[in-house]
């Protein structure tokens, strides 16, 4: 291809290699009923100043570049680089299952960080065994967030609530899933039964002294 042939094409020639710009107006009708309604195509997003390849494109390598950088190499502004790999965000977001479909057993648990001064509570699916939520703080207030962010459906679904025995687990679970039961995880379960035998074995019934790891005072 000629230079001439290749500027008449609206080919731009960058670091050695041809960079190619197609540029398509899209039909718009003004309807008086809807305003003004652009076509939609199948190579690009309603609305989308660029193609659906190109988007992609963006996203990803704003995954292994800095923002200024993918925006240089694709000649976009810094700004339109952020929103399209957003917009592509949103629509991977939009696609996929949600993570409360499907839940019959979940488990709840609270956690501490920041040496106990910061506490965060954390919602498991027990079948799929992965983090479904989690929010700072705890209490029943906490809770009542998860079972807002479900549907109607969704919380029906729900069978199994299992956690420790904090006071507040009950009237939320029963509150919002009245049909499920309501267990004690395994984990607290032997750690309390844990807790018990170091009590009676630290206890020397018969001089009534205390043990201490291996060696006793009689």
């Not at 954390?122 to 479904?132: M, T, Y």
């Amino acid at each position: 291809m000629t230079r001439a042939a290749a500027c008449a094409a609206g080919v731009a020639r960058t670091s050695g290699c041809w960079r190619v710009e197609l540029v398509a107006a899209m039909p718009r009708v003004d309807c008086p009923r809807c305003g003004v309604v652009v076509a939609s195509v199948p190579w690009a997003e309603p609305g989308s100043r660029f193609t659906r390849d190109f988007e992609a494109e963006c996203a990803w390598l704003m995954t292994v570049a800095n923002q200024k950088t993918v925006s240089g190499f694709l000649h976009v502004s810094w700004r339109t680089a952020g929103t399209v790999a957003r917009r592509v965000a949103e629509r991977v977001k939009a696609s996929m299952p949600s993570p409360f479909d499907g839940l019959h057993a979940i488990g709840v648990d609270e956690t501490s960080h920041r040496k106990g001064h910061t506490y965060l509570t954390v919602v498991v699916d027990h079948e799929r065994h992965r983090v479904i939520w989690a929010h700072g703080g705890y209490g029943g207030d906490v809770f009542d967030l998860f079972f807002k962010a479900l549907t109607p459906g969704q919380r029906e679904s729900i069978r199994v609530v299992t956690g420790d025995g904090t006071h507040w687990i009950d009237p939320c679970t029963g509150r919002w899933c009245p049909a499920a039961e309501r267990v004690l995880d395994g984990f607290h379960i032997v750690s309390w039964m844990t807790d018990a035998l170091d009590g009676i074995r630290n206890t020397d019934p018969r001089a009534g002294s205390t043990v201490h790891g291996n060696s006793r005072n009689y």
